[in-house]
Structure formats: C-alpha cells, structure tokens
C-alpha cells in the first residue's frame, strides 16, 4: 500500500508539472483567448488514459504499482478529464449508455454549479 501511495503522489507531481508546460507551450503559438491549452491536455489525456488502460490491464496484478502511478498520478494530475472520460466509457460498455449520460450529465451541471459556488463564496469573503 505504501508503495502504491509513493507512486500515485510521484505520479501526480509529475503529471501536474506536464500539465502546465503543455499548456504554457500550446499558448506561445495560440492568443489566450480560448482554453486551447487545457483542451489539448484533456484531449491528450483522455486518448492517453484509453490506450495505457489497456496495455497495463494486460500486465495483470503485477502491473498495480505501475497502473497507479501512471493512470491515477501522472494522468491525474496531467488532467482530471482523462478519469472522468474513462468511467464515462466503461460505464457505457457496462450499464448502458443511460448511467454514462447520466453521469457526464450530472458531472458537468454539477461541477459548473460548484465551481459557480467557490467563486461565489471565495468573492464574497474578500469582500
């Protein structure tokens, strides 16, 4: 279990670090006026997610440490959306498409409402 843990926490150091090179990078050819960077992440990362998934679920149980440190912590930190995009598909695969659509629906109105209320609240406080 320690071992695990290590690996997610180095994984996640290094994911986070990518994630704001990566972002840094595609805004010096692109202006700031659209989220291009942090779309390229999510889009990088949800494509890397589905092809790891498969080449490390076929390392077996020998594979725990380096499935956590690659799917939980380098692509959880390079970006959450790679997870979410991952559950969305295997929830589809095996519960239908209703549970799958009733996930991202419920995780898109759902996060929009809590980010609405941490900025909200995080306003109001320093007001």
């Known amino acids: ?3 695990t843990l290590i690996a997610i926490a ?3 150091a290094l994911g986070g670090v990518l994630r704001y090179l990566a972002g840094a990078l595609v805004h010096v050819w692109v202006a700031r006026t659209f989220p291009w960077g942090t779309l390229g992440v999510n889009v990088l990362g949800s494509a890397m997610i589905g092809l790891l998934w498969v080449l490390l679920a076929a390392r077996g149980a020998q594979g ?3 499935r956590a440190f690659v799917i939980v ?3 959880g930190g390079f ?3 790679s997870s ?3 559950e969305t ?3 589809a695969e095996q519960h239908g498409f209703g549970r799958a659509g009733a996930y991202v629906l419920s995780s898109v ?3 929009l409402a809590g980010a609405w209320a941490g900025l909200s609240a995080g306003r109001q406080w320093l007001q």
């Open 84 to 86: 979410f995009s991952l």
């Open 79 to 81: 970006t959450t959306f």
């Open 1 to 3: 279990m320690a071992q």
């Open 109 to 111: 109105v759902l996060c």
């Open 64 to 66: 725990e440490v380096l």
């Open 10 to 12: 180095l994984g996640s």
């Open 73 to 75: 912590g380098l692509l």
């Open 89 to 91: 598909l295997l929830l």
